[in-house]
């Protein structure tokens, strides 16, 4: 069906909750997309840190095919193998305690949530400014932006916002507080690094009160910033922490990693979900897990973000670059323009943050020649801004 014909639909029966590129993409491999006319985009978005292992990776599509015929769904109330193999295969490659599955990022965090207020019940949730944890309630309300709380008022109560500074966190915590919630790097509002001396603090001040510290690393990890867990850079090592978007390889699937302390708190009938770790996408989620848990891999995300950063760097009219790993953003005038000509002229796939803030996601599959052709592309859309 072509744009004209889905974007008539659109106008009549889909809730006008998203602002569409005039784009319609049909198929991905890799780094490229393709749209209706068969036109060939460089993706540097990846699904928003989705498709971390690439679109359609053969493993990925092997083992949902293998799944799909088999068995793809069956409830919580039995087990299944490829549940229990991914739990154990992320507890062990990150906190070492237990697993809580879900079926996207805020769903994660309302897990996370709802387990440090059962730790300590009534206890203050401690949030910084310029954080996003997703749009459901208790996500919402941990989410401290004007525009897309104040719509949805009453919001869950027990939120505390604090300047990211170090001081200020400090004094937000105390006997009363259940946890801090920290991004390692804050994505949706633009890429900015917590300094360690900031999540050192955050790790201090939970440790003086019996609080949780719990990380969002639902952009940064599953080796999105070079490490298999952004916080493995950092020299600080939450009680949780809480994963999706790349999780699955491009299939829905979420969840809460605790460590040893929190491994305990729920009970039978605290929490659950329907759909949550079936073995569809537990499947694939595993396929992901052996792409991305590869130190070949995740070196040259290191290697291939410094390089992309470096470039950036030459390129004029690109200010302010910043980021780790393959999780990157500068500064430019009128991003959100920029990225929309990027699709017409340059058939390539950036996202714009904010009105200056242009983000780079790209697959982490992704090839020192691609970052290369990448810059070559980026550079000659920033032209124009520098005339
Ligand atoms: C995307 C994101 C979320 C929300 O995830 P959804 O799957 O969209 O609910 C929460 N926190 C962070 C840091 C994110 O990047």
Same mark, same amino acid.
Request: contains cysteine; charged residues 20%.
């Given at each position: 069906?072509?744009?004209?014909?889905?974007?008539?639909?659109?106008?009549? *029966?889909?809730?006008? &909750?998203?602002?569409?590129?005039?784009?319609?993409?049909?198929?991905?491999?890799?780094?490229?997309?393709?749209?209706?006319?068969?036109?060939?985009?460089?993706?540097?978005?990846?699904?928003? &840190?989705?498709?971390?292992?690439?679109?359609?990776?053969?493993?990925?599509?092997?083992?949902?095919?293998?799944?799909?015929?088999?068995?793809?769904?069956?409830?919580?109330?039995?087990?299944?193998?490829?549940?229990?193999?991914?739990?154990?295969?992320?507890?062990?490659? &990150?906190?070492?305690?237990? =697993?809580?599955?879900?079926?996207?990022?805020?769903?994660?965090?309302?897990?996370?949530?709802?387990?440090?207020?059962?730790?300590?019940?009534?206890?203050?949730?401690?949030? =910084?400014?310029?954080?996003?944890?997703?749009?459901?309630?208790?996500?919402?309300?941990?989410?401290?932006?004007?525009?897309?709380?104040?719509?949805?008022?009453?919001?869950?109560?027990?939120?505390?916002?604090?300047?990211?500074?170090?001081?200020?966190?400090?004094?937000?915590? *105390? &006997?009363?507080?259940?946890? =801090?919630?920290?991004?390692?790097?804050?994505?949706?509002?633009?890429? *900015?690094?917590?300094?360690?001396?900031?999540?050192?603090?955050?790790?201090?001040?939970?440790?003086?009160?019996?609080?949780?510290?719990?990380?969002?690393?639902?952009?940064?990890?599953?080796?999105?910033?070079?490490?298999?867990?952004?916080?493995?850079?950092?020299? =600080?090592?939450?009680?949780?922490?809480?994963?999706?978007?790349?999780?699955?390889?491009?299939?829905?699937?979420?969840?809460?990693?605790?460590?040893?302390?929190?491994?305990?708190?729920?009970?039978?009938?605290?929490?659950?979900?329907?759909?949550?770790?079936?073995?569809?996408?537990?499947?694939?989620?595993?396929?992901?897990?052996?792409?991305?848990?590869?130190?070949?891999?995740?070196?040259?995300?290191?290697?291939?973000?410094?390089?992309?950063?470096?470039?950036?760097?030459?390129?004029?009219?690109?200010?302010?670059?910043?980021?780790?790993?393959?999780?990157?953003?500068?500064?430019?005038?009128?991003?959100?323009?920029?990225?929309?000509?990027?699709?017409?002229?340059?058939?390539?796939?950036?996202?714009?943050?904010?009105?200056?803030?242009?983000?780079?996601?790209?697959?982490?599959?992704?090839?020192?020649?691609?970052?290369?052709?990448?810059?070559?592309?980026?550079?000659?859309?920033?032209?124009?801004?520098?005339?």
């Amino acid at each position: 069906m072509s744009l004209a014909a889905l974007q008539a639909i659109e106008a009549a *029966h889909v809730v006008p &909750s998203y602002a569409r590129f005039p784009l319609e993409l049909v198929r991905g491999a890799g780094t490229r997309v393709w749209d209706f006319d068969g036109n060939e985009y460089l993706d540097l978005l990846s699904g928003i &840190s989705v498709l971390n292992v690439g679109h359609c990776h053969p493993a990925v599509v092997e083992a949902v095919r293998a799944q799909v015929g088999t068995l793809t769904h069956v409830t919580n109330l039995f087990y299944t193998e490829p549940a229990m193999r991914l739990a154990e295969r992320l507890a062990t490659s &990150s906190l070492g305690g237990k =697993v809580f599955f879900c079926n996207s990022g805020a769903e994660a965090n309302e897990a996370a949530l709802k387990l440090v207020r059962k730790a300590k019940p009534g206890g203050e949730i401690v949030v =910084v400014h310029g954080a996003f944890h997703g749009r459901t309630y208790g996500a919402l309300s941990a989410t401290p932006q004007e525009s897309k709380q104040a719509p949805f008022a009453p919001l869950v109560p027990g939120f505390v916002v604090v300047a990211p500074e170090p001081e200020a966190l400090e004094a937000a915590v *105390h &006997s009363g507080t259940a946890a =801090v919630l920290l991004e390692p790097i804050q994505g949706e509002t633009g890429v *900015h690094p917590l300094s360690d001396e900031l999540l050192r603090a955050a790790r201090a001040a939970c440790d003086r009160v019996g609080a949780a510290l719990v990380f969002d690393e639902i952009q940064t990890g599953m080796g999105r910033t070079g490490t298999l867990w952004a916080y493995e850079q950092t020299g =600080v090592v939450p009680d949780a922490l809480t994963t999706a978007k790349a999780l699955g390889g491009g299939l829905p699937i979420g969840a809460l990693v605790t460590g040893e302390r929190l491994a305990d708190v729920f009970a039978p009938g605290d929490h659950g979900s329907t759909f949550a770790g079936g073995p569809l996408v537990a499947s694939a989620a595993l396929a992901a897990f052996d792409v991305l848990d590869d130190p070949e891999l995740l070196a040259s995300v290191r290697e291939l973000g410094e390089r992309l950063r470096d470039g950036l760097r030459t390129l004029p009219g690109a200010g302010d670059v910043r980021g780790r790993g393959l999780m990157v953003a500068f500064e430019t005038a009128e991003a959100p323009a920029l990225v929309r000509r990027a699709l017409s002229e340059e058939r390539v796939i950036l996202n714009a943050t904010g009105p200056s803030t242009v983000r780079l996601l790209p697959p982490l599959i992704v090839t020192a020649q691609e970052i290369d052709d990448a810059l070559a592309r980026i550079g000659r859309l920033l032209a124009p801004v520098n005339a």
